[in-house]
């Protein structure tokens, strides 16, 4: 994760940054350039370290450091290897016939309240036996209206009664200053503890840019050993240099937390990288999901002007599990991938 050419020119920050002791872009490509302009990615309200509202946004998180989070309660994630995502549309009614889903925030948050996992089983269709699990990777403006809404949304999803909820992916991915990455790994974990309070079975969300902040990550959960189970969103990862940053995270957070965790990685659709995934931590501690309804299949060839989500669910999911239980095959055959090929 060094050694790579920046997006910004290097600047004289690091040096004295007050966040250099939890933040290691220092010296890497995601150091923080020197000014964050208007035009830059999310504009002039990103943080930077060099604004005011930053330094006091980290002081009301209790600062960038994550030896105030503890795990309350014992962490696991008892799913299948593919799992997958269903909407939140009557046209589904029928057509889901799997024991567990997961459901987008956006599918369940409200303005005032939280549809129920109850309401969702009723208006899917499904049995009362059915998993369903809160997964809160969604838009930005979804999840910083959930943040905004504080314990009270908590709250309301504790009471929902899903099996299980995965603390939010609010926004980490590159390029943004590394404050904005400080913040949101810290409120990510801050919000697993929240429900975790609630009584939610939830899972937290790990993040990283440089292997420093897989360092953090691994020490941090080495420190919470109830965690048994986390999950990363890989969904925005596409170009190589940036899946083999996030590949070297995984292998050194691995490495510090024993190899003993399950992992849910969301976004997983190619078969390349489902390979390179299991031969780093095989199949038996690795769950995916991903956007089902989106996986592309050959049009019909007379098209209904109805919803067609429910009709082509089943040949989008054979899709996606397709190329899970493929790349898994192949893994369990004796094929291996390296990420650094």
Known sequence: MTGELRLFSPGSLCAGCRFRPSCGAADTRHACPEVWTRDLPGGPTVSHPERSETARELEELGGPEFGSVKALARVELELPLYTPQARNERALSGYLHGDAYFLR??????????????????????????????????????????????????????????????????????????TEFLINSKRSLIYFSALQAQGVQAIPRVAWMTIADA???????????????????????????????????????????????????????????????????????????????????????????????????????????????????????????????
């Open 105 to 178: 925030a956006s599918a369940v948050l409200r303005k005032k309240h939280v549809l129920s996992a109850e309401e969702m089983r009723e208006r899917l269709d499904l049995a009362a036996n059915v998993r369903l699990v809160l997964l809160m990777f969604d838009h930005d403006k979804i999840l910083e209206m959930a943040w905004e809404r504080g314990l009270r949304l908590v709250e309301q999803i504790a009471a929902a009664g899903y099996d299980g909820v995965v603390s939010p992916s609010f926004s980490t991915y590159w390029p943004r200053p590394a």
């Open 215 to 341: 360092i953090r990550f691994g020490l941090w959960i080495q420190e919470n050993p109830l965690v048994g189970a986390v999950a990363l969103d890989l969904s925005t990862y596409r170009r190589a240099e940036d899946w083999r940053e996030q590949m070297e995270g995984l292998e050194i957070f691995d490495r510090l937390t024993g190899e003993r965790l399950v992992y849910l990685l969301n976004g997983l659709t190619v078969e390349r990288r489902c390979l390179e995934v299991f031969s780093l931590l095989g199949v038996t501690r690795t769950r995916i999901t991903n956007t089902t309804t989106q996986a592309r299949i050959p049009p019909r060839r007379l098209r209904s002007i109805d919803n067609q989500v429910g009709i082509t669910f089943g040949a989008r999911l054979n899709v996606r599990r397709g190329v899970v239980q493929s790349a898994a095959t192949r893994f369990l055959a004796g094929q291996r991938l390296s990420w650094a090929a």
